[in-house]
Each structure stands twice: as structure tokens, then as C-alpha cells.
T-cell receptor, first 114, second 111 residues
Framework: AQSVTQLGSHVSVSEGALVLLRCNYSSSVPPYLFWYVQYPNQGLQLLLKYTTGATLVKGINGFEAEFKKSETSFHLTKPSAHMSDAAEYFCAVSVRRTGNQFYFGTGTSLTVIP | KAGVTQTPRYLIKTRGQQVTLSCSPISGHRSVSWYQQTPGQGLQFLFEYFSETQRNKGNFPGRFSGRQFSNSRSEMNVSTLELGDSALYLC??????????FGPGTRLTVL
């Protein structure tokens, strides 16, 4: 079975500080991994994804994530938080079985303190 | 290309009523998935349709149903609404498992 665990439902950082949002997954087959961001009253927007190849992936708005197979992790980082980063972040895994089923974590709400 | 569109954006219904939500995927995408998003529960998968066939189904009661048309547009229906059905319903379309594109959602409030 596939699942995604996001550690910390709420994370607060100061403006300019490092952002670290944690995601661990379980999958019986090699997964595709994603981070999405959701602003209030909007749908989800893709930040970055890992499919194959380089394990360090860079996304939009200065975010990046590293796929660590040995740790089954895909943590999201950004060196310097900006006020506009305040949003809900979701980690997701995709596994091909009989369709394109995506599994999402429960989300992490990021607050940026000025 | 136009993104995923969902209509209506907001709905208010009363308990016992039924509701139909619509989703138009990105042109060329044949897979459409539906999710229910509530505070504390995150995104819960409802079902996925591909070429007019339900391919995957989440753990929701039979009151939740869907369908997909030949032009890939999809609808989901919830019958006999309950207060707990109040949520943001998100639709996503995809070409393959490498990415899902989300619509803005339909906010359903059940009174």
C-alpha cells in the first residue's frame, strides 16, 4: 500500500529563515513524488516533482526537494522564506496500478513571521 | 492551453438535497480525478475516470458518484447531502502519472 506522511501540520518560520517541510512515503514500487502548494480558496499548484534521474529537484519560487530512497523521504526546502510563501503545502506520491492514483499527505500549513 | 475549470465555484445546499459538480479537464487529458478536501482530513480521493470508465475509487459511500463524457468532461454527484459533506471538491486532470493539474475547486456548504 502507498501512503504519505507529512510531519508537522503547522510550521512557523521567520522571514528570511530556512523553510523545511518534511515528507515521508511508503511505496511498494518506485514512486513519482510531488509537492503542491495551495493558497486560500484556490486549487493546488505544482511546486516540483521527482520522476527519474537527479534526486535533487528544483521547483518554482526557489523551492527544492531531495529524493532519498534509503530514508523514503522527499523533504521540501527553501533557503530564505518570504512572506508570500505562507500557504498550505501537500506532498503526494503517484503509483501506476490500474490508473493514475495519487496519494496525498494531510498537508502542512506554513506561516511566515515578519 | 486553458486550465482545469470547475463549475460552480460555490454552492449552498440543505441536508437531503442532491448536488452535481462539473469539471472540464485540460484539452487532451483523458484522466479526471476528484478529491474531497476538508480541514484535518486533507485531500481524500473520491474516484478517477479515464475514457468514460471509472478506473479507481476511494473509500466513500455510494451517495458519491461520478461520470465522464466522451469529451472528457466529468461530473460528480452527491445525493442525500449530509452536513459532513461540506467541503472543497477538487478536480484534477492528467495525461499520465507524472503530474496532475488541479482546478480551483467547488466550495460546497451543506446547511
Amino acid at each position: 500500500a502507498q501512503s504519505v506522511t507529512q510531519l508537522g501540520s503547522h510550521v512557523s518560520v521567520s522571514e528570511g529563515a530556512l523553510v523545511l517541510l518534511r515528507c515521508n512515503y511508503s511505496s511498494s514500487v518506485p514512486p513519482y513524488l510531488f509537492w503542491y502548494v495551495q493558497y486560500p480558496n484556490q486549487g493546488l499548484q505544482l511546486l516540483l516533482k521527482y520522476t527519474t534521474g537527479a534526486t535533487l529537484v528544483k521547483g518554482i519560487n526557489g523551492f527544492e526537494a531531495e529524493f532519498k530512497k534509503s530514508e523514503t523521504s522527499f523533504h521540501l526546502t527553501k533557503p530564505s522564506a518570504h512572506m508570500s510563501d505562507a500557504a498550505e503545502y501537500f506532498c503526494a506520491v503517484s503509483v501506476r496500478r490500474t490508473g493514475n492514483q495519487f496519494y496525498f499527505g494531510t498537508g502542512t500549513s506554513l506561516t511566515v513571521i515578519p | 492551453k486553458a486550465g482545469v475549470t470547475q463549475t460552480p465555484r460555490y454552492l449552498i445546499k440543505t441536508r437531503g438535497q442532491q448536488v452535481t459538480l462539473s469539471c472540464s479537464p485540460i484539452s487532451g487529458h483523458r484522466s479526471v480525478s476528484w478529491y474531497q478536501q476538508t480541514p484535518g482530513q486533507g485531500l481524500q480521493f473520491l474516484f478517477e475516470y479515464f475514457s468514460e470508465t471509472q478506473r479507481n475509487k476511494g473509500n466513500f459511500p455510494g451517495r458519491f458518484s461520478g461520470r465522464q463524457f466522451s469529451n472528457s468532461r466529468s461530473e460528480m454527484n452527491v445525493s442525500t447531502l449530509e452536513l459532513g459533506d461540506s467541503a472543497l471538491y477538487l478536480c484534477a486532470s492528467s495525461l499520465a502519472r507524472t503530474q496532475q493539474f488541479f482546478g480551483p475547486g467547488t466550495r460546497l456548504t451543506v446547511l
